[in-house]
Nanobody
Framework: VHLQASGGGLVQPGGSLRLSCAAS????????MGWYRQVPGKRRELVAY???????NYADSVKGRFTISRDNAKNMVYLQMSSLKPEDTAVYYC???????????WGQGTQVTVSS
């Protein structure tokens, strides 16, 4: 299984970014897809996830600013981030759980930096 994340970068406070993650390499159907983030010295935290039925869940810190979506035909998950704040600065990781009985898989991470 391979997860390729993209879309990170440097953005000013109040700006927007869209992260994408493409999943490939499994013959199984995808269950949940999500995004996590991590800053140095802190635990990786859940940002948002979306189930195969389209149900979503968000961290309180991003509710109303971030939107997760998925394209099942393309095995992709997206994170639209708006009204970005400096505290959103982190490495963002996509996470994909297949119906294969194995643990969920992680992408390589993409850096998001919010700074003026």
């Amino acid at each position: 299984v391979h997860l390729q994340a993209s879309g990170g970068g440097l953005v000013q406070p109040g700006g927007s970014l869209r992260l994408s993650c493409a999943a490939s390499g499994s013959r199984f159907e995808i269950n949940a897809m999500g995004w996590y983030r991590q800053v140095p010295g802190k635990r990786r935290e859940l940002v948002a996830y979306i189930t195969n039925g389209g149900n979503t869940n968000y961290a309180d810190s991003v509710k109303g600013r971030f939107t997760i979506s998925r394209d099942n035909a393309k095995n992709m998950v997206y994170l639209q981030m708006s009204s970005l704040k400096p505290e959103d600065t982190a490495v963002y990781y996509c996470n994909v759980d297949y119906f294969d009985g194995a643990d969920a898989y992680w992408g390589q991470g993409t850096q998001v930096t919010v700074s003026s």
